[in-house]
C-alpha cells in the first residue's frame, strides 16, 4: 500500500503534463473564435481576422462595368498609330470607377495655345480638351464630369510648372493631360522642367491620373523623342499628332489643311481630331484596367533628366507672404483671368520699389508683356537682387501674355536668402508693369 501511494502521485503528475503538452500542440479556441473567449489571458491574445486577412478599403476595389466601344470617324491607321502607349492603367482606373458611379470628376489640361483652344471656333466648347470631356459625359452618362482648361498662348513648360499648382492643383483633379511639345525646347533644362511639371502632377495631393499629348507644327517639329522618355519612365499613356495626321499628310494620304489653318494650330475640325485620339487612347486604357489592373502606382523615385523643378513655389498677392507694394497695387484684372492676382504699377504711379524677399537656389519673374493695342504698352522696369546691379525688363513686347525671366541662380547647391526690387525705370513712368508672380526653386 505504502508503494501505491507513492506511485499514484507520479501517475497524475504524468497525465496533466501530458495534457499540457497536447493542449501547446493544437491552437486555443479563444484564438480562432475571438468572441468564444472575450477576456483572453496574456498568454493567450485573441487574434484579430482583420490582421491576418485585411480587407480592402473601398479606395483599392476598382469595379468597373463593361464600356461600349466608340465608332471614331478617324482611320484605324490613323488611331493605332497616335497611341504611343497605354502606360499603367491604376490610376485612370480610379477616375474612370468615380464617373461611372455619377461621381464628380475634375478633367485639366495644362498646355499652350493649342490647348487654349487657338483656331477652333467658340473653344470653350469646340477645344480638345472640351471634346474628351463631351465624350467622357456621353460615354459615362454623368454631366458631373467638368473641364479645367490651364492653356495659354506661347508659355513653355518652365512656366507651366510654376502655374500648375494655383491654376490646376488646387482645384484637386482626378486626371490632368499636358500639352507643351511645340512650346518647349529639345534642351536639357526644357526637359527638365518639363519633367518637374509631370513629377509634380504625379506627387500632388490627389495624386491624379495623368495623360501626355504630343503636337506638331507644319514643318514636323515637335519635343515629343525626349517628353516620351519621360512619360515611358512614369508609365503614363501617351498620345501622338506626329505619328497619325502628320504622318499621313508626310504620307499624301490627307492635307495639312484638313488639320490646321496656320502652321500649328489644330483648327476647329483639327480639335475633333484630336479629341478622338485622346478618346480612342481612353477607350484603350479603359480596357487594360478592366482585364490587368495593377494592385497599385507608385511614382518613381529616380528621374530621365531630373527634378529640379517639382518643387517650384509660386507666389502671388492670395498668398500670405511679405511684400513691400511700393507704388505697385494687388490685382492685375487687365490682363488674363489666370493671372487676376498678381501686382500692377499703373502709368504715372509712383516709383517705389516693389520688395520682396524669399530663401531660395534661384528666383524668377512672372510679368505680363503687351503692346498696348491702343493702351499704353507695357513699361521697363529695374529689377536688382540684394542691391546689386539692375536688370532691366521690358514688358513691351509679345502679342499680351505671360513671360518669365530668370532674376538670380545659387552658384551652388545651398538655397540663400534674397531680396528682390522692382522699381519702373525712368524712361517708362508713363507705363504700365504687371508682375503676375514670384517663383522660386527652394
Known sequence: MRKFHRILPLLLALTLLAACAGQTQSPSPSVQEPTASPSPSPEEPSAAPSVEEPSPSPEEVIDLPEL???????????????????????????????????????????????????????????????????????????????????????????????????QVLDAKPDIVFVEFAVNDGSDADSNTAYEGLVRKILNSETEPAVGLLFTVNEVGYSNQPNMAKTGEHYGLPMVSIPDSIYAEVQAGNMLWDDYSNDDVHPHTEGHAMVGELLAYCMEAVYEQARTALPESYTVPADTVFGDRYENIVFLNQTDEYAVELGSFTEGTDDTRPMWHNGWKRSPNGGNEPFVIEVTAKEVFMIYWATPGYGNPAGGKADVSVNGGEAKTVNAGGSWGSPLHTSLWKSDGDAAEAVNISVQMNEESDANPFWILGIAYIP
Not at 480610379?94 to 487654349?116: D, L
Not at 456621353?138 to 499648382?165: C, H, Y
Request: charged letters at 20%; glycine letters at 8%; proline letters at 2%.
Open 68 to 166: 461600349t466601344l466608340s465608332e471614331f470617324t478617324l482611320s484605324e491607321t490613323i488611331l493605332q498609330n497616335s497611341l504611343v502607349s497605354t502606360g499603367d492603367p491604376y490610376r485612370f482606373a480610379k477616375a474612370f470607377a468615380k464617373a461611372a458611379a455619377g461621381e464628380e470628376v475634375i478633367v485639366a489640361a495644362i498646355g499652350g495655345s493649342i490647348t487654349e483652344g487657338m483656331n477652333a471656333s467658340n473653344k470653350a466648347n469646340n477645344c480638345y480638351a472640351a471634346k474628351l470631356v463631351s465624350w467622357m459625359q456621353d460615354k459615362f452618362s454623368n454631366n458631373k464630369i467638368t473641364l479645367i482648361n490651364a492653356g495659354e498662348s506661347g508659355t513653355p513648360s518652365k512656366l507651366g510648372v510654376m502655374r500648375v499648382q494655383k
